[in-house]
């Protein structure tokens, strides 16, 4: 049998916080969710994000620790690039911290990163026009 990737987990220091920035992103996330230890949301193409809160982790790993800075980032795809310049700003604005501001990527994509309430990367991406004639 081949493993295959199914979740993608985020440890997280407060719930609410936490998906009251996802929800921003457009993840369709229920608010009673925010009283919970352990949540999950479907993703298109069957995958799921899901959040655990330290005292979860804990709970079978007493004595874990939350690293600094994560070494992984979430990317979501906007429509167009200046919606990429658009979200940047309203992350901004709400308070959440911009990493990079938005940019042409050489590869192609409007880019930028923001960091979610614990210091994870979230890539914001959209497919730049075609420039060659």
Not at 6 to 16: H, N, P, Q
Not at 26 to 38: M, N, R, S, T, V
Not at 59 to 70: H, I, K
Not at 76 to 86: G, I, N
Request: aromatic residues 10%; glycine residues 8%; charged residues 25%.
């Amino acid at each position: 049998m081949t493993p295959r990737i199914a979740v993608i987990e985020l440890v997280v220091a407060d719930m609410g916080r936490s998906l009251a920035f996802y929800r921003r992103l457009g993840l369709d996330i229920p608010d009673e969710a925010d009283a919970q230890p352990h949540v999950e949301v479907g993703l298109p193409g069957g995958m799921r994000l899901a959040w655990d809160t330290v005292e979860t982790i804990r709970s079978f790993t007493p004595g874990y620790e939350q690293p600094g800075v994560s070494q992984i980032a979430l990317a979501f795809e906007c429509d167009e690039p200046t919606d990429v310049d658009a979200l940047y700003k309203e992350l901004e604005q709400a308070g959440y911290a911009g990493e990079r501001p938005p940019w042409d990527a050489f590869w192609g994509q409007r880019y930028a990163t923001v960091t979610d309430p614990d210091e994870n990367h979230v890539d914001l991406f959209a497919a730049l026009p075609n420039t060659s004639t």
